[in-house]
């Protein structure tokens, strides 16, 4: 009993030290870069409006969208997009947003086919294939018209769900995930998934906390 009280707390320990270094650990080198006070030309506002109409519709103008877009068409040199959500998880009552990332796939796909030498770069989260759990069909689309699609390493990055992470980071990460599909249900409005994706999916490591001098 003794040796079974002491084999908890040590594994216990280990738990709360790993759990403890993934959350203060140094970020890597250059993720950070502060430039000096640049002046502000030209300045615009850009924004986007939701509304209810009068027979209880939804009304929405989206202009920062529209500009992201007339950006890209008229881009002669380079296009780097960074978006953190890229997907189309809308759950049920989808019919009433604008296919955002149908838009944008459709929009790089075209620059990369009107101008092929043109780089073209997507930075982005892997929540959107919910961690290696679900195919995107439209990061699939950028890949095969020869787009970068660049997905964050996150295991890198800080965690931010500590009360999970030591746990994870021990054992579940090494087990993989799979996209086969499933009965386990998902939180972001995709299709039920294989069980594998749980751990991941509890994990939700994408925002790290950031270094106290702006790091």
């Known amino acids: 009993m003794i040796r079974l009280k002491l084999a908890l707390l040590l594994l216990l320990a280990l738990i709360a030290c790993t759990a403890l270094w993934h959350r203060y650990k140094p970020l890597p080198d250059g993720l950070a870069h502060e430039s000096p006070l640049l002046p502000a030309m030209g300045l615009n506002l850009l924004v986007d409006d939701t509304w209810e109409t009068a027979d209880g519709g ?33 759950g049920a009552d989808d019919a009433s947003y604008r296919p955002l990332s149908e ?94 994706q749980l751990p991941d999916l509890a994990q939700f490591q994408g925002q790290p906390p950031q270094d106290p001098g702006g790091g």
Not at 66 to 88: G, K, P, S, T
């Open 58 to 90: 939804r009304g929405m103008r989206q202009r920062i969208f529209d500009e992201a877009l007339r950006l890209i068409e008229q881009a002669r040199q380079l296009v780097v997009v960074d978006m953190f959500l890229f997907n189309a998880f809308q």
């Open 103 to 196: 838009q944008l796939t459709r929009a790089l796909v075209a620059k990369k086919q009107q101008q092929p030498d043109l780089p073209v770069v997507l930075i982005t989260d892997p929540i959107n294939t919910l961690y290696g759990g679900l195919h995107s069909e439209h990061l699939e689309r950028l890949e095969n018209a020869g787009v970068v699609v660049a997905t964050t390493s996150l295991p890198r990055l800080r965690d931010s769900n500590p009360s999970w992470s030591g746990i994870w980071r021990i054992c579940c990460q090494w087990l993989g995930n799979s996209n086969e599909g499933g009965l386990a249900a998902q939180p972001h409005g995709a299709r039920p998934g294989h069980p594998a």
